[in-house]
C-alpha cells in the first residue's frame, strides 16, 4: 500500500472546511427545529442541574377565616414557609386574588413579621428576627394592590441551597378603631403566595 | 530518521538525503491522515457551530447562553440560543421567548408564551416548571423569538458561571488534544520531491540551505499565519457570545396559602346608651334609608324627609355618624306625647349658617308649617340658641344664649325647664339661667328635629328649618335634666 499522495493530503486539509459547515450547520438546524417548532410542552421533573423548591405546613387551610368582626377585632397565625432546594435562591411574599366589599379591606391592618419558631395554626415559640423582622405593616388594601408578583413581593430570605431551610411568617389582622360604619357587613379576602426563584 | 547513502551517477561523493521514517509504514500514513481529517472536521465544526451562535449579532439579532435548566428538555444549559427580533404583532402563545427578566433587574430570561395576560401583557412558562412565571412582562420586554439553537456551544461559560473548573480543564485539554490530532499529518502535504535535495552537486551549497530554511520559515509563518488568524476568529465568536450574555430560564417554586376571608358584622361599639327618661335618642348611625332608629327603652322611630342624609362615622372618639340638614330636611316622629311642665332639649349640632334654625320642636301636628310649636330649640340668625315656649296660647317667652355658636365647629346644647327656671347649658356649662321662663302650657303634640314653624317666636329665624350637621338628638319630655347629667353627657362625646 502507498503512502497518501501530498495531492491526496491536501484535498484531505481543505475538504474539511465545507464539510465542517455542512455538519455544522445540520447540527444548528435539527437542535433548532426540535427546540422551537413545538408550542406546547409538558412539564418534566427531570430537572438536571439542582432545583428550587419551596412548601408550607397549612395543609392546604387559609390563614384566616374569621366572621362578625368590628372595630378592635384582632386575630394571628403563624405559617411555617421550607426551602428545600438546591440551588441558592430569593423568595418573595405577595398577594393573590385581592377581594373587598363595602371598602372593609382598606380599614384592616395587616401586619406580616418573619422569624422563626411556630408553625401553622399556633405561634407559640415564635420569635421575630433580631432585625428586620417587619415585612409589612399597614392596610390589607394596600397589601393586595402594591404586592401581586414576585417582582415586586416583600421578603429578605435568601435560601443558600446547600440544607433544608425554614422560615415562620406571622400575620396579623386587626380592624381599625376608625372604620367606618358603613364598613359593616363588609367582606376582605386575600390569598397569600411565597414564590422562590434560582438567583 | 535513517540515513541512506546514494551513489549517484555524477559524483561519487555520498549525499545525504533525510526522508521521514514513514516512508517505510504507509499504514500509518493513512492512519494520521484520517485522525488528522476527522480532527480537523471536529475543529471546524466547533468554530462553524460558533460562527451559527455569534455571527446573528451582526445582523442585529441577539445571542444568548442558557445558564439554568428551566427549559428542560428542549433547551439545555449550555445552548447557545439566538434570538430573532420580531414585530410585536407576530408574537404569539407558544413562542420561545428572550426578554427582559422582570424579577432581576438586568438579567434575561427564555421562556416559552404561556397565555395571555391582562392589558396585553404575557405570561410566561419555563417548560420545566410546574406553574407559568407570577410575574408577566410587557410586550415591549421581549427581545426576540427563539430561533436558532446551538447546542453545548456555551457549555464554558456556564462552566466558569457554576465554578465547575474541573469541567473546564478536561474540556480544555481535549480541545487541545484535538488541536495536535489536526496537525499529525501535516508532513504529508511535503512529498519526498520537497524533502530530498539531490543535486548533482554533492555538497548543498550555502544558497540552497538558505534557500530550505527559507522555505521552512515560510512554512512555519504560514501555519503560524493560519493558526493565529482561526484562534483570532474564534476569540472573537467566543467574546461577542460572552457579552451577549446568559439568559437565565428561572426556576421558580411557590407555596401559596389559601386566600383568608374576613367578614364584619354590625358594630355595637357605635350605639349610645340613653338613661331611662329618654323618649326619643337619635344616633343617626344608619347608613342608608329613611328611618332612624331610637335607641331610648320606647325603641321608637324617627323619619326622615327632604334634605335630611346620614353622613359616615366610626367609633373612634367625636367622629360618630352623623346627619346632615340642607334647609329642606327634617326628622318627624309619630307618637303623639301630652306635653309637660318639665322637659330637656339636647343635641349636637355643627353649622356656619347665618339663617338659624329649629334643633328641635314640639309642635301639634306632626309636620308641616300649618301648625303651632308649643316648645322649641332653635337658632337665630346670629347664631345664638334660644329656648322659646308658649306659657299660654297667646303668649310667648324665650330665653337667650349670651353667646353664638354657629362657628362650624361641633357644639353640645341641652336646655332644660322646670317649674323654676330655664337652664340652657353649652359644652356641659350652664351659660344662661332664666328663672322667669318656667311654666309652658301642656297640649299634646309630637317632637320633630330640624325644622317647624317658629312664626312669633322670639328672635325666631323667617326660615325654621336648620342648616347643618346633627348628632345625638334626644328629647326627655317629661324631665328637667341635672346638671351632672348634661356634663356626662357632654363628656362622652358624640
Redesign the interface.
Known amino acids: 500500500m502507498s503512502r497518501p499522495t501530498p495531492r491526496i493530503a491536501r484535498i484531505a486539509a481543505w475538504i474539511t472546511i465545507p464539510a465542517a459547515l455542512v455538519a455544522s450547520g445540520i447540527v444548528v438546524s435539527t437542535a433548532s427545529y426540535s427546540a422551537f417548532s413545538s408550542t406546547t410542552v409538558n412539564p418534566t421533573s427531570n430537572w438536571t442541574a439542582g432545583t428550587v423548591a419551596l412548601t408550607d405546613d397549612d395543609s392546604n387551610t387559609a390563614l384566616f377565616t374569621a366572621t362578625n368582626l368590628k372595630p378592635g377585632s384582632t386575630g394571628s397565625n403563624c405559617i411555617a414557609v421550607t426551602s428545600t432546594g438546591s440551588l441558592a435562591s430569593a423568595v418573595k411574599l405577595y398577594g393573590t386574588n385581592a377581594a373587598t366589599t363595602n371598602n372593609l379591606a382598606s380599614n384592616l391592618t395587616l401586619s406580616v413579621v418573619q422569624g422563626t419558631g411556630g408553625g401553622f395554626g399556633s405561634c407559640t415559640g415564635f420569635t421575630p428576627l433580631s432585625s428586620g423582622s417587619s415585612l409589612y405593616n399597614g392596610t390589607l388594601a394596600n397589601f393586595g394592590s402594591a404586592y401581586t408578583n414576585y417582582s415586586n413581593g416583600v421578603g429578605t430570605w435568601a435560601p443558600t441551597g446547600t440544607a433544608s431551610e425554614t422560615r415562620t411568617y406571622q400575620v396579623t389582622y386587626t380592624v381599625s378603631s376608625t372604620a367606618p360604619n358603613t364598613t359593616q357587613g363588609g367582606t376582605a379576602s386575600l390569598g397569600l403566595t411565597w414564590e422562590a426563584q434560582n438567583s | 530518521m535513517s540515513t541512506i547513502d546514494l551513489r549517484s551517477r555524477f559524483t561519487s561523493a555520498a549525499t545525504s538525503v533525510t526522508v521521514p521514517v ?2 517505510s509504514r ?2 500509518l ?2 492512519v494520521r ?1 484520517v485522525l ?2 476527522a480532527a ?2 471536529v ?7 460558533m ?2 451562535a455569534a455571527a446573528p449579532a451582526a445582523l442585529g439579532w441577539s445571542p444568548s447562553t442558557v445558564m ?3 427549559m ?6 449550555g ?1 447557545v ?1 439566538v434570538a430573532k427580533p420580531v414585530a410585536a404583532a407576530e408574537i404569539h ?4 421567548l428572550l426578554f427582559d427578566d ?3 433587574a438586568g438579567h434575561l430570561r427564555l421562556h ?1 408564551y404561556h397565555d395571555n395576560g391582562r392589558a396585553g401583557q404575557i405570561v410566561t412558562k419555563g ?4 406553574t407559568a ?4 412582562i410587557g410586550r415591549d420586554a421581549v427581545i426576540g ?7 453545548y456551544v456555551g457549555s464554558p461559560f456556564v462552566w466558569a458561571a ?1 465554578h465547575q473548573y474541573g469541567h473546564l480543564l478536561v474540556a480544555g485539554g481535549l480541545l487541545l488534544l484535538v488541536v495536535v490530532l489536526s496537525r499529525c ?1 501535516r508532513h ?4 519526498p520531491g ?1 524533502e530530498r535535495v539531490a543535486t548533482p552537486r554533492a555538497t548543498a551549497s550555502t544558497g540552497r540551505r538558505a534557500r530550505r530554511r527559507r522555505e521552512r520559515r515560510l512554512r512555519r509563518l504560514t501555519t503560524a499565519g493560519g493558526a493565529l488568524g482561526l484562534a483570532a476568529i474564534t476569540g472573537a465568536l467566543a467574546l461577542t457570545l460572552v457579552v451577549s450574555g446568559g439568559a ?1 430560564a ?21 350605639q349610645d346608651t340613653y338613661n331611662a327618661q329618654t323618649s326619643y335618642g337619635f344616633s343617626y ?1 344608619e ?1 342608608s334609608g329613611t328611618t332612624t332608629a331610637d335607641g331610648s327603652a320606647a325603641a321608637r322611630v324617627g323619619t326622615l324627609s327632604g334634605g335630611a342624609t346620614f353622613v ?5 372618639g367625636n ?1 360618630s ?1 352623623y346627619l346632615q340638614l340642607d334647609g329642606t330636611g327634617q326628622v318627624s316622629t309619630a307618637v303623639n306625647l301630652a306635653g309637660q311642665s318639665t322637659f330637656s332639649v339636647e343635641t349636637w349640632f355643627r353649622t356656619t349658617s347665618a339663617t338659624g334654625g329649629t334643633l328641635a320642636a314640639f309642635t301639634a301636628a306632626q309636620s308641616g308649617t300649618n301648625t303651632v310649636t308649643d316648645r322649641a330649640l332653635y337658632l337665630t340668625t346670629g347664631g345664638k340658641i334660644v329656648l322659646g315656649v308658649r306659657p299660654t296660647s297667646s303668649t310667648t317667652k324665650a330665653t337667650t344664649t349670651p353667646g353664638s355658636y354657629a362657628d362650624g365647629s361641633w357644639h353640645h346644647v341641652v336646655a332644660t325647664l322646670s317649674g323654676t327656671s330655664t337652664i340652657i347649658y353649652v359644652d356641659g356649662t350652664a351659660v344662661v339661667t332664666d328663672t322667669s321662663n318656667r311654666t309652658v302650657q301642656m297640649p299634646s303634640g309630637y317632637w320633630r328635629v330640624g325644622s317647624a314653624p317658629l312664626t312669633g317666636l322670639p328672635s325666631a329665624p323667617s326660615n325654621g328649618s336648620f342648616v347643618g350637621s346633627l348628632d345625638g338628638t334626644t328629647i326627655y319630655n317629661n324631665s328637667a335634666q341635672t346638671a351632672s347629667a348634661v356634663q356626662a353627657r357632654y363628656a362622652a362625646g358624640h
Open positions: 514513514g516512508a504507509p499504514s500514513d493513512w491522515l488528522g481529517t480537523r472536521v475543529l471546524f465544526s466547533l468554530v462553524g457551530l460562527v451559527y439554568t435548566g428551566s428542560e428538555p428542549r433547551v439545555h444549559p445552548d440560543v402563545r407558544g413562542q420561545v422582570p424579577d432581576q416559552r417548560d420545566a416548571n410546574t412565571d407570577s410575574t408577566p423569538v427563539g430561533f436558532l439553537r446551538v447546542p457554576n499529518d504529508l502535504l511535503r512529498g520537497d437565565h428561572a426556576f421558580a417554586s411557590s407555596a401559596a396559602n389559601r386566600p383568608s376571608s374576613l367578614a364584619s358584622g354590625s358594630y355595637d361599639c357605635l348611625n347608613t359616615a362615622g366610626s367609633c373612634a367622629s355618624p
